[in-house]
């Protein structure tokens, strides 16, 4: 796999067309000496409960994996903890206000934008909602469905890293 880096030619401080690969890591400039070391995005999916046990989920709206279904989730914002934006992104998908979330895990991605494969860092969490009753499909959300954990197949979510999630999620409850 191609790093990232390769794709950038110019420097971000002097601007110069020296921008070359310093290590796996990081790119450097040969005309002002500026090192980068370009780190993963961090993103946040969500595995949505209400008090009845069930689980919601989306149908993606638009590419990558357009028409597969996915955990509410996104990119962290600057200056945002990972907390933050899994209760900011559930709201803006679905318009549910969350109770209180739990971290579950992390996984590695590559996620596909505008032609450019965006490493990221997915952080899971279980987020708890007092009810579905108020949802609805915002923002890049197609459709919402409303489930029981035991009939999700990993198959049908579109991306890699959720795809495993849901079965490490799975296997996490198999007791419950």
Do not use: W
Not at 46 to 56: Q, S, T, V, W
């Amino acid at each position: 796999m191609k790093h990232p880096l390769s794709q950038f030619q110019y420097c971000p401080i002097c601007g110069e067309k020296s921008f070359v690969a310093a290590n796996e890591k990081a790119n450097k400039c040969t005309a002002c000496n500026f090192l980068y070391y370009f780190n993963p995005s961090s993103a946040v999916a969500c595995f949505i409960r209400n008090k009845a046990g069930e689980l919601l989920v989306a149908r993606r709206a638009f590419d990558p994996a357009k028409g597969t279904l996915d955990l509410p989730g996104g990119f962290v914002d600057a200056n945002e903890s990972l907390e933050a934006a899994a209760i900011r992104e559930v709201k803006e998908e679905t318009g549910l206000i969350v109770s209180h979330c739990n971290y579950l895990f992390s996984l590695p991605n590559i996620y596909p934008f505008a032609g450019f494969e965006v490493q990221t860092v997915d952080a899971f969490f279980e987020c708890f909602v007092d009810s579905f009753e108020k949802v609805k499909a915002m923002d890049d959300v197609a459709e919402i469905i409303a489930t029981q954990l035991d009939a999700l197949e990993a198959a049908d979510f579109g991306l890699d890293s959720v795809r495993k999630a849901v079965m490490q999620y799975k296997a996490m409850h198999i007791s419950d």
